[in-house]
T-cell receptor, first 112, second 119 residues
C-alpha cells in the first residue's frame, strides 16, 4: 500500500523552465512533508519541508505548494538548471510517529 | 545539518558472508535509522536503532538477518548477515533530533550510503 503517491516517475525539462512534481496522500494524520534531493551515488539531502498549516513555502528557486483539502502537495523548481538533475522524493510523517514514508521518487533531467 | 559518515562506502561480498556497516554522526542525536534503497527505487526503513536497547524492526525485516547495535548517541552499526544477491542494495544511515537543539527536531538527515554488491 503506497501511502504517498508521487508523479511523474521521470521528468525532462528545458533549462530555464519550471519543474513540477506532485504528491498525494490519504492519511490525514500526516503533519510534516519534506522533500529530498538525491544525486547519483549520494544519500538523499533534505531540500525543503512544509507543515499543513501553511499553503506555500519558498526557498530560493524551490517552492512547496500544499493543498490540505485535496491532500496534495507539490514541488516547483523555478528556472530549472542542469545542476538540478537528480531524483526527488516527497515524504510524509504522521504526528507523534518516528517513521517517514517516502514517495517512489521522480528522476528529473534538465536539458540545456 | 548533522554530518554523517558511513563505512565502508561500497563493498563486494560473497554469498553467505556477513558485512557490518558503521555510521558515525558528528553530534549526539536522539533518533538513528537504517534504510535500504535498491537501485532506482525508493527508500525502505529497515529499523530504528535504539540506544541501550534492541532495535525496532519494520515489517519484513528481522534481527537475525539485520542485527543492529547502537552503543551511544553518535554511533550505530548494521550487519547484513548470510548475504544473498537479493541483499545487493544501498544501505543508508539516517538521523534526527540533535540533542544540542541546533536543528529543527523534524529534520531528518541521511548519510552517503554504503553500496553493497553480493555475488
Amino acid at each position: 500500500q503506497q501511502q504517498v503517491k508521487q508523479s511523474p516517475q521521470s521528468l525532462i525539462v528545458q533549462k530555464g523552465g519550471i519543474s513540477i512534481i506532485n504528491c498525494a496522500y490519504e492519511n490525514t494524520a500526516f503533519d510534516y512533508f519534506p522533500w529530498y534531493q538525491q544525486f547519483p551515488g549520494k544519500g538523499p539531502a533534505l531540500l525543503i519541508a512544509i507543515r499543513p498549516d501553511v499553503s506555500e513555502k519558498k526557498e530560493g528557486r524551490f517552492t512547496i505548494s500544499f493543498n490540505k483539502s485535496a491532500k496534495q502537495f507539490s514541488l516547483h523548481i523555478m528556472d530549472s538548471q542542469p545542476g538540478d538533475s537528480a531524483t526527488y522524493f516527497c515524504a510524509a510523517r504522521k504526528r507523534g510517529y518516528q517513521k517517514v514514508t517516502f514517495g517512489i521518487g521522480t528522476k528529473l533531467q534538465v536539458i540545456p | 545539518s548533522a554530518v554523517i559518515s558511513q563505512k565502508p562506502s561500497r563493498d563486494i561480498c560473497q554469498r553467505g558472508t556477513s558485512l557490518t556497516i558503521q555510521c558515525q554522526v558528528d553530534s549526539q542525536v536522539t533518533m538513528m535509522f537504517w534504510y535500504r534503497q535498491q537501485p532506482g527505487q525508493s527508500l525502505t526503513l529497515i529499523a530504528t536503532a535504539n540506544q541501550g536497547s534492541e532495535a525496532t524492526y519494520e515489517s519484513g525485516f528481522v534481527i537475525d538477518k539485520f542485527p543492529i547495535s547502537r552503543p551511544n548517541l553518535t554511533f550505530s552499526t548494521l550487519t547484513v548477515s548470510n548475504m544473498s544477491p537479493e541483499d545487493s542494495s544501498i544501505y543508508l544511515c539516517s538521523v534526527r533530533d540533535t540533542l544540542s537543539g541546533a536543528l529543527d527536531h523534524n529534520e531528518q538527515f541521511f548519510g552517503p550510503g554504503t553500496r553493497l554488491t553480493v555475488l
